[in-house]
């Protein structure tokens, strides 16, 4: 009975199913073994797979090749975008959170975006050991490892599943459970996590900015320059990147539809942020989205231990995640360093709506949220989760991912400047905008069609 009073909504309905399905049989005077046949129809048994989680799906499709075959289906025409939130202050320990909603989530993840503050990255968590055997009341009790946060989710997470993300100050999440967004600031341990399953007609495509020597390497960017060369101190000026240089780092093929380019980068050196610059004119502002923040340390990798070694060992000034595909619909804004009013941060939210072609939803949106570390409680006079609650406030239920960092990048999308000709007319004409910020927040908000 108690197995049975623990089984989740989605499995109470494949019970339903079982008992119907019997009782009709009964009805009609079927025997054992004619009941046992009725319920291997592939119909049934496909209505019945449609209800487990992915974890309870993959395990099943090694039933026989009837079930691989109908689960390999169903797998297939599932592409729910699943999240969450985790903080070392919530009951139950990292296990209980991110290894409950692992096993309940629809879709398998293919890439997993993570955001993880500095001081739980810092920490070792403690886990059951992956060889551990099942504890009773008469054996030992279950033994237990150390590992990082990183580590433990390479384990958890599916090995063909790509972890990419970014170390920062703290990190900005929505709650699967309760669907409450949180801004978890620098002295919190805590990470959010988007999980992103394999999306038709969606390709995610990541690459890594190696660090480059250059005269310029160690000077800081002067984030107030919005020309189209990259100013540092001592009057430094980067040599532009041509468009070729630029494919050699993404190694994007030419065909591929870019929408979005989320750039997490470490240093704040003039190699990368000339490389910014450069994909904004690769691209043109009008068309793609650039847009990110400066942290700690580089997220990447595959999950498996196996996969990729080399690249997850090679040290990266930053990451490079590219979204492309004709579905994908992608709007940004910028809360200025001057607005400090929650009324006006639901304005400038609202700019990202205008030109969506659906409402957004969780079904089909996600929003991503680059702060600076200095417009947390302290900026709005110790009131908490600003920002984000206005985030929710505006697109409600969408859910939101994102970080405190160091220095943001974007802009306004769509970016068009309304300027006179020399007529003194109005004319519509696309120019560079200023791409490198502080003291701002940049929101992006992804929708699929």
């Known amino acids: 009975m108690k197995k049975i009073c623990c089984i989740s909504g989605e499995y109470a309905k494949c019970l339903e199913t079982l008992v119907t399905c019997t009782i009709l ?11 046992v046949n009725a319920l291997m129809l592939e ?30 289906r169903i797998k297939q025409s599932r592409q729910q975008i699943a999240w969450l939130l985790y903080s070392e202050d919530d009951h139950g320990g990292i296990e209980y959170h991110i290894g409950r909603h692992l096993n309940v989530i629809a879709s398998q993840p293919t890439v997993a975006l993570v955001f993880c503050s500095a001081s739980l990255h810092n920490k070792s968590i403690s886990v059951a050991a992956r060889n551990r055997t099942t504890a009773t009341s008469s054996s030992r009790p279950v033994k237990r490892e150390k590992l990082s946060f990183v580590a433990y989710m390479r384990r958890v997470l599916p090995a063909s599943c790509q972890l990419l993300g970014l170390v920062a100050d703290g990190v900005i999440g929505t709650r699967f459970d309760t669907n409450t967004t949180s801004e978890l600031e620098s002295s919190s341990c805590a990470a959010a996590c988007l999980l992103l399953p394999q999306l038709d007609g969606i390709d995610i495509v990541s690459f890594q900015l190696p660090g480059r020597d250059c005269s310029a390497h160690s000077n800081e960017v002067n984030f107030n320059n919005s020309r189209n060369t990259v100013s540092v101190d001592h009057d430094v000026v980067v040599e532009k990147l041509s468009n070729s240089e630029v494919d050699d780092v993404t190694k994007m093929p030419a065909h591929k539809d870019v929408r979005l380019v989320l750039l997490l980068l470490t240093e704040m050196n003039a190699a990368d942020s000339e490389f910014g610059h450069a994909l904004v004119r690769r691209y043109g502002p009008n068309s793609v989205v650039i847009a990110g923040g400066f942290g700690d340390e580089v ?20 990451l490079g995640i590219a979204f492309c595909g004709q579905r994908l ?12 009013n929650p009324m006006k941060v639901e304005a400038c939210l609202r700019r990202l709506s205008g030109s969506s072609l659906l409402p957004p939803s969780s079904k089909n949106s996600f929003g991503i949220m680059f702060a600076c570390m200095g417009r947390g409680r302290q900026f709005y006079n110790d009131e908490t989760n600003v920002e984000s609650s206005a985030f929710a406030r505006v697109f409600p239920g969408v859910p939101l991912i994102g970080f405190f960092g160091n220095g943001e990048i974007g802009y306004e ?16 004409t696309t120019q560079f905008p ?3 910020h502080s003291y701002t927040t940049i929101f992006l908000l992804v929708s699929l069609y």
Not at 25 to 35: K, L, W
Not at 54 to 68: F, P, T
Not at 329 to 340: N, P
């Open 299 to 318: 997220i990447s990798g595959f999950t498996s231990e196996t996969l990729h070694s080399d690249t997850n060992n090679q040290s990266s000034s930053g």
């Open 413 to 428: 999308f769509p970016y068009v400047t309304v300027a006179e000709n020399d007529s003194g007319e109005a004319s519509t």
């Open 25 to 35: 049989a009964s009805a009609m005077d079927m025997n054992m073994e004619a009941c």
């Open 434 to 436: 200023k791409l490198y």
């Open 329 to 340: 619909h992608v709007t940004s804004a910028i809360v200025d360093a001057d607005i400090c």
């Open 43 to 72: 119909e049934i048994v496909e209505h019945i797979l449609k209800c487990l989680p992915i974890k309870a799906l993959n395990r099943v499709a090694s039933v026989s090749k009837d079930w691989h075959k109908i689960s390999c």
